[in-house]
């Protein structure tokens, strides 16, 4: 069981290109997450999904999207990146969105845009 | 608004114990996680509070009190694989986890 992989790993790309961070998880979760990570801050939640066919926007929603088309699958794009992206990209997976249920993170995507 | 304070750094010896502290303010509450994050790698789930009081597992411990906004993590025996960053992160109304920047633990021998 792999339990919630990302890819890639990691990333140099340019300003103004398309790029499309893949999320799977093995679980079965219903709930899905989308956070960055940036030195001296805490994460911060992009945008979520509570279930297969529904998403939200987190904190810091500009300049990306998402979509769930099921179960296992939960892809960010960034349409026209900028260096303000550059960051550490973690996404997460939970059984429910409901309190006591913990969040199981992927390793990480580290994405820097010049 | 929503505010998460814990430190940014604490040193601590190897055997010892040692309490990370987090005060929190947040709309509504639904329990408070801590994680660990290793340097370079994701966070771990280490517990979860929702009713007041302390919570044990093996080595660490978590302690809430919901009238104060305040949490606890105490880590005993410290070994210096606990070196890493400790992250508090309360529950708000949502159901939306607010993280703190983490307190980055440094282990000495």
């Known amino acids: ?114 | 608004g929503q505010n998460i304070d814990q430190p940014t750094e604490m040193t601590a010896t190897e055997g010892a114990i040692v309490q990370i502290n987090c005060t929190y303010q947040t709309s509504g509450f639904n329990g408070l996680f801590w994680y660990q994050q290793h340097a370079g790698e994701a966070p771990t789930f280490l517990s979860y509070n929702v009713l007041d009081g302390l919570e044990e597992k093996g080595r660490f411990s978590s302690f809430l009190s919901r009238s104060k906004g305040y949490s606890y993590l105490l880590l005993k025996e410290l070994q210096m694989k606990d070196s890493a960053s400790y992250l508090c992160a309360p529950m708000d109304s949502n159901y939306q986890l607010i993280w703190g920047a983490g307190t980055k633990l440094i282990i000495k021998p």
Not at chain 1, 25 to 32: F, L, Y
């Open chain 1, 1 to 114: 069981i792999a339990g919630i992989t990302q890819a890639p790993t990691s990333q140099i790309l340019a300003a103004g290109r398309r790029m499309t961070l893949r999320c799977t998880q093995d679980m079965r979760h219903n709930a899905m997450y989308w956070y960055r990570q940036d030195l001296g801050l805490g994460l911060r939640l992009i945008h979520y999904s509570n279930t297969a066919g529904t998403t939200g926007k987190g904190e810091v929603p500009d300049g990306y999207s998402v979509s769930r088309a099921n179960t296992d699958d939960f892809p960010l794009t960034l349409a026209s990146a900028v260096p303000s992206q550059t960051s550490v990209y973690f996404c997460a997976s939970s059984d429910s969105k409901m309190g006591g249920n913990e969040q199981f993170f992927g390793p990480g995507t580290r994405l820097t845009v010049l």
